[in-house]
């Protein structure tokens, strides 16, 4: 693609390239492109508005606190979706279950949405990058029912379409249809999302290291090995790695598709299935990390292929260069 193609453009060109396209993903990649413009209107003025700023007093299924732009971020979202007829139902992190729209338009959308609205909240009333995730899926039940729970429990090798904006020192869209990753930045000057990295790929190896350390005491002994591993100086092997750890996965998932790198955020002994969450975090950035070249396990499987069965299980998570991926996988 040339010099100042749009993520629009992007999306017509990759969809007109598939034989069977309706333009009905087309459309709905067109929906979140103008969602994640409201909420990234909204992010930026976040430390100006004090009714964004702020908890919501209530706490989401997660038992995390509600950040008020949480709430926000979701709201605009599902009201984006609900407003096309391409979808027929979403999930999202921040609700409780999933919500199968009623409108006829609605309910003959062959495609379902999870999303994780906004990531890394914690990091909002500070300034830190955060994050909005998202993957797409063709439902299971029949053109014109109302979306059900196993439209939303596939395994993440059925994903027709997954990806991340990141709202950080630029806003960024990071979108792949299987046709690999491409990354747009948002030039808010005209409102556009133009493609500034085609075609990513995660180097084979690299030498940073994303993990909340603070969590030591209750990792196994495997992970805990490899930590030493990654601190013990070893110039031949160009050890020891850098450590860094945002607390925005996406922040650093992105950073570590760039540079090279892992993030991981195993099992411990306090939360034996981690913390993030199969459906709207693992599974979409498993599935950008794959067409980028790169490895997502949860320390055993294939994060692609785990058969979810719940809406909100959560799962250990592994994801960056297949080298390092490979190196940790030595020490379980
Ligand atoms: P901890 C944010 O809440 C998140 O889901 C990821 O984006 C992030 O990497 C992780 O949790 C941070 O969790 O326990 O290290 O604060």
């Known amino acids: 693609m040339g010099k100042f193609?749009?993520?629009?453009?992007?999306?017509?060109?990759?969809?007109?390239?598939?034989?069977?396209?309706?333009?009905?993903?087309?459309?709905?990649?067109?929906?979140?492109?103008?969602?994640?413009?409201?909420?990234?209107?909204?992010?930026?003025?976040?430390?100006?508005?004090?009714?964004?700023?702020?908890?919501?007093?209530?706490?989401?299924?997660?038992?995390?606190?509600?950040?008020?732009?949480?709430?926000?971020?979701?709201?605009?979202?599902?009201?984006?979706?609900?407003?096309?007829?391409?979808?027929?139902?979403?999930?999202s992190e921040e609700e409780d279950s999933y919500i199968a729209f009623e409108k006829e338009s609605c309910r003959n959308g062959k495609y379902v949405v999870?999303?994780?609205?906004?990531?890394?909240?914690?990091?909002?009333?500070?300034?830190?990058?955060?994050?909005?995730?998202?993957?797409?899926?063709?439902?299971?039940?029949?053109?014109?029912?109302?979306?059900?729970?196993?439209?939303?429990?596939?395994?993440?090798?059925?994903?027709?379409?997954?990806g991340y904006v990141v709202y950080g020192s630029s806003t960024i869209m990071v979108l792949s249809v299987g046709q690999g990753v491409h990354g747009f930045t948002f030039d808010p000057s005209v409102g556009v999302f133009y493609l500034s990295h085609d075609n990513i790929q995660f180097p084979k190896s690299g030498s940073i290291y994303s993990v909340n350390e603070g969590n030591y005491p209750f990792f196994s002994d495997g992970i805990k090995s490899y930590l030493r591993y990654c601190k013990e100086h070893d110039d031949a092997s160009g050890r020891p790695l850098t450590s860094r750890y945002i607390g925005s996965m996406v922040s650093d998932f992105h950073r570590n598709m760039i540079k090279g790198g892992i993030y991981l955020y195993p099992s411990t002994t306090l939360a034996p299935q981690g913390k993030l969450r199969l459906l709207y975090e693992c599974k979409p950035m498993a599935f950008l990390a794959e067409q980028a070249g790169g490895i997502a396990t949860d320390g055993q499987n294939r994060i692609l292929e785990i058969e979810p069965t719940e809406l909100h299980q959560r799962c250990p998570f592994i994801v960056g260069s297949p080298d390092m991926v490979n190196k940790l996988k030595e020490f379980l």
């Open 114 to 162: 999870l999303i994780d609205p906004l990531d890394g909240s914690s990091n909002i009333d500070v300034n830190v990058s955060i994050g909005t995730i998202f993957s797409i899926y063709r439902r299971v039940t029949p053109i014109g029912s109302k979306a059900e729970l196993k439209d939303f429990l596939q395994k993440g090798t059925e994903i027709v379409a997954a």
């Open 5 to 91: 193609t749009t993520l629009g453009e992007h999306i017509l060109h990759s969809q007109y390239a598939k034989a069977n396209s309706t333009g009905e993903l087309t459309h709905l990649l067109s929906c979140i492109r103008l969602a994640a413009k409201v909420v990234n209107s909204e992010i930026n003025k976040a430390g100006l508005v004090d009714e964004i700023m702020g908890k919501m007093g209530k706490t989401n299924i997660q038992g995390e606190d509600q950040q008020k732009l949480d709430d926000y971020a979701n709201r605009k979202f599902i009201d984006a979706f609900e407003a096309r007829s391409q979808i027929c139902g979403v999930a």
